[in-house]
């Protein structure tokens, strides 16, 4: 019997979500609401999903078992309480909050109301990153020391028509791209102990580029480019480069250097992509540098895209087993990027308080497109 979803939320990525959920049999999306009713019409309608509304109408829906929130970061933990107050399990998007008191409020509300709190990205839970992490867990390249992700782009003002809140409290680089990036590293090592972080920024205004608001300027609230050293607890180290203010564009950047060989893995925003690993050269004959040798790791599992960790969720709750992108990950994640944030205001190493269970990886079998419940 597949589960009963209902969204608040209508905006951009709300597209990619419906489109993906309706290939699930696990799950039926039954309502779509937004705080503007006509925008969730039209994604209702576009999707062939019967219902629309507020959110409001949303909670009060008794077919409704998770709400997914993709509202703005504002609003995700106060959309995702009201949610658990009227008895839904919740995906929400990330950030999982914008502070640490709100946020384990909402965990804590959760769990005693026995519900479940799922948090993006699930992007890491896709084929790519996860053929990847059962790469180095087999010791493909040998101990794992450190690694270097990069994600550099001009901004999404380029491309986003309602761009204000991805330079606001709770976004920037740091908090909008930086899920991806660090719950990658943290699914692949676990907690992070203490970070590192410096911040800049290019505009004090940027102004929106495309849409019916084009022209409109709005204010630059967060630093634009941050780099950030991160420590775990299980001793490796990693750098990691998020920024709107680089012409030079390069994102999906994530390699990790092992004891026995080097491993480029999939964009994390990405559910698949190229695998390959470097062993190093072998000694030079005649001086000859050349080319250094990758070899390809063969991508395992069913494509998909965003909606899988929802589906991983319910199949979870169902089987009375953790789910793997939790509100518990979510929330390190979003320490260690408050921990960031702090860093690069104070210019020292902030001990991160919080910790996580090592990630499982999803089964090799995992399939999305079977009927399971
Ligand atoms: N746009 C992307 O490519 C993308 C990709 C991955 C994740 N996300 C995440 O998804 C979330 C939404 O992003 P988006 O780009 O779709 O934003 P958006 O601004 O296009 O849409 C957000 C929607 O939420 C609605 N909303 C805001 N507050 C609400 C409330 N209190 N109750 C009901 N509805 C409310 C707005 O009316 C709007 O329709 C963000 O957390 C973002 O980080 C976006």
């Known amino acids: 019997m597949s589960v009963g979803v209902g969204f608040i939320g209508a905006g951009v990525i709300s597209d990619t979500y419906l489109a993906n959920l309706s290939t699930f049999p696990d799950v039926r999306v039954v309502v779509v609401g937004d705080l503007d009713v006509e925008r969730a019409r039209a994604q209702a309608e576009k999707h062939g999903v019967a219902e629309w509304g507020s959110a409001a109408d949303v909670l009060a829906h008794p077919d409704v078992q998770v709400v997914v929130n993709l509202t703005i970061p504002a609003v995700h933990v106060e959309v995702s309480s009201q949610a658990i107050a009227a008895g839904k399990h919740v995906w929400t998007e990330k950030p999982l909050g914008l502070d640490r008191d709100g946020t384990s409020a909402l965990l804590r509300q959760a769990e005693a109301a026995g519900l479940r709190i799922g948090c993006a990205p699930d992007t890491v839970l896709g084929p790519g990153f996860q053929t990847a992490k ?31 809140f991805l330079f606001a409290q709770g976004a920037g680089p740091l908090l909008d791209m930086g899920p991806y990036y660090v719950t990658g590293l943290v699914s692949l090592f676990g907690p992070v102990s203490r970070v590192a972080a410096l911040g800049r920024k290019k505009l004090e205004e940027r102004t929106i580029q495309t849409g019916p608001q084009a022209g409109t300027s709005f204010a ?34 994530f390699e990790v250097h092992g004891t026995e060989g080097s491993l480029s893995l999939p964009d994390p925003n990405q559910f698949e992509g190229r695998i390959a690993y470097t062993k190093g050269r072998s000694a030079l004959s005649d001086g000859d540098w050349g080319e ?22 319910v199949r979870a709750i169902a089987e009375q087993r953790p789910h793997i992108a939790s509100g518990e990950l979510g929330y390190h994640v979003l320490d260690v990027m408050l921990s960031a944030a702090e860093s690069a205001e104070s210019r020292e190493f902030v001990t991160v308080s919080s910790s996580v269970p090592a990630v499982p990886a999803l089964p090799a079998g995992f399939d999305p497109f079977a009927a399971t419940l």
Request: hydrophobic fraction near 45%.
């Open 292 to 313: 250094q040798e990758w070899i390809d790791v063969e991508q395992i599992g069913a494509v998909t895209g965003r909606g899988l960790g929802l589906l991983e969720m």
């Open 134 to 164: 059962r790469a180095i867990e087999s010791g493909l390249i040998g101990e794992p020391m450190f690694a270097s992700t990069v994600f550099q782009t001009i901004g999404p003002d380029l491309w986003h028509p309602n761009p204000a």
């Open 220 to 253: 630059v609230e967060v630093p634009t480019t941050v780099q950030v050293l991160a420590e775990f607890e299980a001793g490796q180290q990693a750098t990691s480069l998020l920024s709107f203010d680089s012409a030079l564009e390069r994102h999906g950047v």
